[in-house]
């Protein structure tokens, strides 16, 4: 994956990363299958989809602990407002 196309990846839903995620898992799959069977020459090209799931996992976190953290962020400021 490119790093442009990463930087679009990081702009999108949650939901949409995870539809790309599954769409490269089956990539990997399919590869491997082909691999086996001797219908592919190029080999590297597993390493380079585990590379693109890997990325995309962690965008997927990164995206969940920041909102997790915005929702911490704005209780702890009503409870602020509550008490203070």
Same mark, same amino acid.
């Given at each position: 994956?490119? !790093?442009?196309?990463?930087?679009?990846?990081?702009?999108?839903?949650?939901?949409? *990363?995870?539809?790309?995620?599954?769409? !490269?898992?089956?990539?990997?799959?399919?590869?491997? *299958?082909?691999?086996?069977?001797?219908?592919?020459?190029?080999? &590297?090209? #597993?390493?380079? *989809? !585990?590379?693109?799931?890997?990325?995309?996992?962690? #965008?997927?976190?990164?995206?969940?602990?920041?909102?997790?953290?915005?929702?911490?962020?704005?209780?702890?400021?009503?409870?602020? &407002?509550?008490?203070?």
């Amino acid at each position: 994956m490119k !790093r442009k196309e990463l930087n679009q990846l990081k702009s999108q839903s949650i939901d949409e *990363i995870k539809k790309k995620l599954k769409e !490269r898992q089956k990539e990997k799959t399919e590869e491997l *299958i082909n691999l086996k069977m001797d219908k592919t020459k190029d080999v &590297h090209v #597993i390493s380079k *989809i !585990r590379k693109d799931i890997a990325q995309l996992k962690t #965008i997927i976190s990164f995206k969940t602990l920041s909102s997790q953290y915005e929702k911490n962020k704005d209780l702890n400021k009503e409870t602020k &407002h509550a008490t203070g």
